[in-house]
């Protein structure tokens, strides 16, 4: 019996992303990931975000096994360990100081939906309110608390009614003919809109699993306005667009805000080990000792490696790297929309997680796996999955890049042929 059989056989119906990558993967290391066949492909997905700095990265790698061998501190929930003390103060030192923030960190469960959950428990303590106003095409997570503030129907599905949630249109949801802003402000301070003052407001800068819209800086500081002038608390998700994946360490940076509280997940470990963090203002850290607690809340293992990746910030050289390759990737899908107008495509995302949309339905489903076919792993989002996602890891070089690059244009262009000979 294979041993993709075996996955067929003994693995919950649930699995999902080796369906679209039908293959036993066996090894890895920095862009490239590799089966048990020995077949190469470039990784244009890197852990849904959660490889922002490459496969067995060879400094956190090093720094891992030194851990490790020295018999060091592996669980500890929320005790102190020598590890998470000096996450910590370099975190403090590398990435709030230089940024003129001051946040306390808070360790939830290992995931991005636990520190989800723990925003929208504060919240509602502070301000004794509880609504939470969301986006259209939000995604946040898979608990209960984090499926009522996803738009995506298939994503909500949590067998109970979700409650305490209100959706409201994102940016640009309605084109240039609406401004959502005033959409927004309008139910605020009408007292008949039947919408209550809400504990906070949470956002994705960009889209990833919504279809990669993107925010723009306007809009942004616009939501922060309205939550200043209404006292509502504003929270970022930062999950999967933060750590660098749009050039800065925040992809809120640009638009000069300053969320009460953002969730950290996914790359904050920099080797793909579980952790999730919140950053919260001072003045609204108001928890009670285990009010909200976890029992591995304490990863040592990852405090050591997400230690290391800060390495990579401590000047601007890693962000211009990054906003190079943005370029680049920015370059290419736009020539691929002006090569191939036999399918209608607009680029989407910015940073390096852009992609490609797609007006037929299933097209970028037949992308990725083309693409899949050729070496390359690249993954679709989207409420319909209409859109084609980058997401390579933030070390990829320039030639890795356009290898991908290339595979992703000769897999639309035999979809976009096969199309013709369907008709």
């Not at 693995?11 to 020995?38: C, H, L, M, Q, W």
Request: glycine share 10%; charged share 20%.
């Amino acid at each position: 019996m294979s041993l993709l059989q075996n996955v067929y056989n003994l693995e919950s119906e649930v699995r999902s992303y080796v369906r679209s990558f039908p293959t036993v993967f066996e090894k890895a290391k920095g862009y490239k990931i590799f089966d048990t066949n020995g077949k190469e492909f470039i990784d244009f997905f890197a852990g849904a975000g959660a490889l922002n700095y490459g496969h067995n990265n060879p400094l956190f790698k090093k720094k891992l096994m030194e851990y490790i061998m020295n018999d060091n501190i592996t669980h500890s929930l929320d005790m102190a360990t020598v590890a998470k003390d000096k996450f910590m103060v370099r975190f403090n030192d590398v990435i709030l100081k230089p940024r003129d923030m001051e946040y306390r960190i808070m360790f939830t469960g290992p995931t991005g939906t636990n520190a989800v959950e723990g925003a929208l428990k504060l919240v509602r303590k502070v301000t004794g309110r509880e609504n939470i106003i969301s986006f259209t095409n939000a995604f946040h997570g898979m608990s209960l608390g984090s499926l009522a503030l996803n738009g995506n129907f298939a994503k909500r599905r949590g067998g109970v009614p979700l409650h305490y949630t209100v959706h409201m249109p994102y940016d640009n949801y309605f084109g240039e003919a609406l401004d959502t802003l005033s959409y927004l402000e309008k139910y605020l301070e009408d007292s008949g809109s039947g919408i209550e003052i809400p504990a906070a407001v949470i956002l994705e800068t960009i889209q990833g699993e919504g279809g990669l819209n993107s925010a723009s800086i306007e809009w942004l500081q616009g939501i922060e306005k309205l939550c200043r002038k209404y006292e509502i608390l504003l929270i970022v998700d930062e999950i999967q667009v933060g750590c660098g994946r749009t050039g800065s360490f925040f992809s809120f940076e640009s638009a000069g805000i300053r969320p009460d509280i953002v969730c950290l997940s996914k790359s904050i470990s920099g080797y793909g080990l579980p952790m999730a963090l919140n950053l919260i203002k001072p003045e609204i850290d108001i928890w009670s000792p285990g009010e909200h607690n976890g029992t591995f809340r304490g990863n040592n293992l990852a405090f050591i490696t997400a230690t290391e990746a800060l390495s990579y910030w401590v000047n601007e050289d890693f962000s211009r790297e990054i906003q190079d390759k943005a370029k680049i990737i920015h370059g290419v899908l736009k020539a691929i929309t002006t090569e191939f107008t036999e399918v209608p495509m607009t680029v989407r995302g910015r940073g390096m997680i852009q992609g490609l949309a797609f007006d037929i339905s299933g097209f970028a489903l037949r992308v990725s796996a083309a693409a899949f076919e050729r070496g390359l792993l690249i993954e679709t989002s989207g409420s319909k999955g209409e859109v084609i996602k980058l997401i390579p890891p933030l070390i990829i070089d320039e030639e890795g890049l356009q290898a991908g690059l290339s595979i992703l244009r000769e897999s639309i262009k035999i979809c976009i042929d096969n199309l013709r000979c369907e008709v």
